[in-house]
């Protein structure tokens, strides 16, 4: 079977940075996504990695090392509308595997 | 520009009944996934199609459950007599052809049933 974790919940303050660790052990491999889930909403693509370092895409930036089965996404200046559900999810062939999700509270 | 629609967007049905889903991909996308999420855990994947094939329904339930993508028209969803563990939200996901392995899926807003 297939293994993703993150945690479950995270609470952070405004204008503040959260990481969001996930960690992987799949019976292969073609890239990690993380996905934004506003409640009732359809989860948006974030960001993808296929190769071992860190994507930057404005507030949002994409860690990965394939040797540690190991991911994160670090959230910067955290806003109100940043609240939603983080999915990490592993390709495997043309199939996403999602976690569990990580719902990410901002406080003021 | 419209995004993957999915219909009806909330669900009632009673144990015993049929559930249709319906999903229209992106213009131009011409695969489609379905997966299921159920409260407090991620999404699961249920079943891939393309235009009048399944190409991997390896989640899918083996009774009750059915899914389609014909030549003309939506992608459907179908679950037979109900049972009150199907209540979950049901998302369909779309990609245009040579995307389907870089992953960037493009979600529809999903449908909710609800099994009394």
């Known amino acids: 079977g297939q293994n993703i974790d993150q945690p479950t919940e995270m609470t952070a303050t405004e204008g503040a940075i959260v990481q969001i660790n996930c960690t992987y052990q799949?019976?292969?491999?073609?890239?990690l996504f993380w996905y934004q889930q506003h409640a009732g909403e359809a989860p948006t693509f974030l960001s993808y990695n296929v190769l071992d370092g860190l994507e930057e895409k404005g507030r949002f930036s994409s860690f990965l090392s394939r040797s540690k089965g190991y991911s994160y996404l670090l959230l910067k200046e955290l806003q109100m509308k940043d609240s939603a559900s983080y999915l990490c999810?592993?390709?495997?062939?043309?199939?996403?595997?999602f976690g569990a999700g990580t719902t990410v509270t901002v406080r003021a | 520009n419209a995004g993957v629609m999915q219909n009806p967007r909330h669900l009632v049905r009673r144990r015993g009944q049929e559930a249709r889903l319906r999903c229209s991909p992106v213009?131009?996308?011409?695969?489609v996934y379905w997966y299921r999420q159920l409260p407090e855990e991620g999404l699961k994947f249920m079943v891939y199609l393309q235009k009048e094939n399944i190409i991997d329904e390896s989640g899918m339930p083996k009774e009750r459950f059915s899914a389609e993508f014909p030549k003309e028209g939506p992608s459907i969803l179908r679950i037979q007599q109900v049972v009150r563990g199907d209540s979950a939200a049901y998302f369909c996901?779309?990609?245009?052809?040579?995307?389907?392995?870089?992953?960037?899926?493009?979600f529809g807003e999903g449908s909710r049933l609800t099994v009394l």
């Open positions: 999810a592993v390709l495997l062939g043309y199939k996403l595997s």
């Open positions: 213009k131009g996308h011409s695969h």
């Open positions: 799949t019976s292969g491999f073609n890239g």
């Open positions: 996901a779309s990609s245009r052809p040579g995307q389907s392995n870089t992953g960037e899926l493009f």
